[in-house]
């Protein structure tokens, strides 16, 4: 059974970063491709990254040249680094691991706010 835990979430100002992780237990991970949605209130979940498993990445065009989407195979684990934070990134952010972004497993979410 494949299981994916977020962290990292949590209040920080505009401009500030964050680093979101997920934790991923099973054999999924060297198979799948990882990636991060977030939600807001009232809103679509959207994607925000992703990183095919030979490690090309694609970004939401919101947050292309802030935010960095990375895996650590050794520890099965995929980050989300979060920089020059804005207001509209608040909501909560799924991490996803499936054959294709948005298929698959979800992790329980995790919250960002970004105050202004």
């Known amino acids: 059974q494949v299981q994916l835990v977020e962290s990292g979430g949590g209040l920080v100002q505009t401009g500030g970063s964050l680093r979101l992780s997920c934790a991923v237990s099973?054999?999924?991970?060297?198979?799948?491709?990882m990636s991060w949605y977030r939600q807001a209130p009232g809103n679509q979940r959207e994607l925000v990254a992703a990183i095919t498993k030979d490690g090309r990445t694609n970004y939401g065009d919101s947050v292309k040249g802030r935010f960095t989407i990375s895996t650590d195979n050794a520890k099965n684990t995929v980050y989300l680094q979060m920089d020059s934070l804005k207001p509209e990134d608040t909501g909560v952010y799924f991490c996803?691991?499936?054959?294709?972004?948005?298929?698959?497993?979800w992790g329980q979410g995790t919250q960002v706010t970004v105050s202004s």
């Open positions: 099973g054999r999924i991970f060297s198979r799948a491709a």
């Open positions: 996803n691991a499936g054959a294709v972004p948005g298929t698959g497993a």
